[in-house]
């Protein structure tokens, strides 16, 4: 492993500036720190264009040459792949898809590549297609008859993530459902659920949301402010985008994260939650959580009912971060698995 170097290359018009404020730069920081923490040599590049990424490794070959390069998300033409492939013989080169089947619909391109990814890699020994789930990674597989990579996310935990927050015990509730508004991110059911929490504890309620960011969510923001608007016992309190930085700030002042999905492959705000002590209400998409902060994706009921008992449980915190610690193990193995061969 010490004389591999792993770049993680995504996508940022913002790279000049160093910082991505966008999902996919904070996975591949987060994985980054994760294997270097692992002892594996790991970089996150933020580039603007297939052409920025082959300067970057042109320059790298002549004094620190790149064993392996991994794109988050299929961006990058079929062609210039190939192209890659070609011109770095010895770079093993993979596109990690980032989303769920469901969610990849959202990019008109996104399964062209996928699928043009499929036939590269039957082509030459240093192109692989691969997913950051598994059930993406099979269905690939068995769909094309290309084995897929199973490549998942990695989320490092610091030494303050041992600290849980205490149980709510009064005052003003506070519950978040963030993310880029999106309908698959089902936040219409998780605003009616932090309503029907507000008049089941008779606290009074902040819901913050975050705002900025409509990605095909249409009038979803403008349903929920209505479902809110004139209710004495819940408030909409909207975050605006903030930096991830800014964005934890924000998370360990919730006491309840509500993230039902529809389709998911990892969710980092559940993540950033276990790491500020606070639990969430998931959905079965979200496979590594915890059995008990599981709820019916379509029953606003049961996703109200299983958040009130996530406050009053006292452990909720802590099996979190089991559950997280769990899957980072599993996913750390798979890693070495890719990088080994």
């Known amino acids: 492993m010490h004389q591999q170097r792993v770049i993680l290359a995504y996508k940022n018009f913002a790279a000049n500036r160093h910082v ?16 270097r923490s692992a002892g594996i ?9 297939a052409q920025d990424l082959g300067s970057r490794l042109a320059a790298a070959r002549k004094e620190n040459p790149v064993s392996h390069v991994v794109i988050s998300a299929p961006w990058i033409a079929t062609l210039e792949l190939a192209t890659f492939a070609a011109g770095f013989p010895e770079t093993q080169f993979c596109v990690n898809c980032h989303s769920n089947l469901g969610f990849l619909q959202a990019d008109p391109n996104a399964m062209r590549l996928v699928r043009e990814g499929s036939d ?11 997913a950051n789930n598994q059930r993406l990674a099979k269905w690939v597989t068995n769909a094309y008859g290309v084995r897929s990579t199973w ?14 927050r205490a149980p709510f015990q009064g005052g003003i509730l506070r519950i978040g459902a963030f993310g880029a508004t999106r309908p698959l991110k089902n936040f219409m059911t998780a605003a009616g659920a932090a309503v029907q929490i507000a ?3 008779r606290s009074d309620v902040e819901l913050w949301m975050s705002s900025g960011r409509n990605e095909g969510g249409g009038s979803v923001m403008d349903a929920i ?15 605006g985008w903030q930096t991830w930085p800014q964005f934890r700030q924000t998370v360990r002042c919730m006491h309840l994260l509500l993230q039902p999905s529809y389709t998911e492959t990892f969710n980092v705000v559940t993540a950033d939650g276990i790491a500020e002590g606070v639990p969430s209400v998931v959905s079965e998409a979200i496979e590594w959580a915890p059995a008990g902060w599981k709820a019916r994706v379509d029953d606003v009921d049961h996703i109200a009912c299983t958040g009130v008992r996530l406050l009053r449980d006292r452990s909720a915190a802590r099996k979190g971060l089991r559950a997280l610690e769990n899957y980072n193990k599993r996913a750390l193995g798979a890693w070495r698995e890719f990088l080994g061969r």
């Open 20 to 35: 991505s404020h966008i999902g996919l730069g904070v996975t591949a920081m987060n994985s980054a720190k994760f294997l």
């Open 41 to 49: 040599d790991t970089e996150v590049w933020a580039v603007v264009s």
């Open 120 to 130: 590269l890699e039957r082509q030459t020994w240093n192109f692989r297609i691969a």
């Open 151 to 164: 490549l998942p996310n990695l989320y490092h935990l610091d030494a303050a993530s041992k600290i849980g």
């Open 199 to 201: 008049a089941a504890m």
């Open 225 to 239: 402010r209505q479902m809110i608007q004139g209710l004495q016992y819940i408030k909409l309190v909207e975050t």
